[in-house]
């Protein structure tokens, strides 16, 4: 992820416009993986405005699917 899809312009673009990003690491930051039930990586987790999850990934995307899977998290969150 950290090679192909995230340096991508688009997924960049649409992360900054429409998320805060937030990265752990394994290993340093383990209480927030515990506190997400984080078991693999990578996993993404999207959270609404209170810090409720309503959407996850788990596993490598492409930029392609990574933007899919993103626009799906917020037209859930949109609905709610």
Same mark, same amino acid.
């Not at 992820?1 to 394994?26: L, R």
């Not at 990586?41 to 993103?70: A, C, H, K, N, W």
């Given at each position: 992820?950290? #090679?192909? *899809? @995230?340096?991508?312009? +688009?997924?960049?673009?649409?992360?900054?416009?429409?998320? &805060?990003?937030?990265?752990?690491?394994?290993?340093?930051?383990?209480?927030?993986?515990?506190?997400?039930?984080?078991?693999? #990586?990578? *996993? @993404?987790?999207?959270? +609404?405005?209170?810090?409720?999850?309503?959407?996850?990934? &788990?596993?490598?995307?492409?930029?392609?699917?990574?933007?899919?899977?993103?626009?799906?998290?917020?037209?859930?969150?949109?609905?709610?």
């Amino acid at each position: 992820m950290e #090679t192909g *899809t @995230f340096p991508n312009a +688009d997924v960049q673009a649409h992360i900054k416009q429409y998320f &805060i990003p937030v990265k752990y690491e394994s290993g340093q930051d383990s209480e927030q993986l515990q506190r997400f039930s984080i078991v693999a #990586t990578p *996993t @993404f987790v999207i959270l +609404d405005g209170i810090g409720d999850e309503v959407y996850r990934m &788990i596993g490598y995307y492409s930029p392609e699917d990574f933007m899919g899977q993103l626009i799906s998290a917020r037209q859930i969150v949109t609905k709610l």
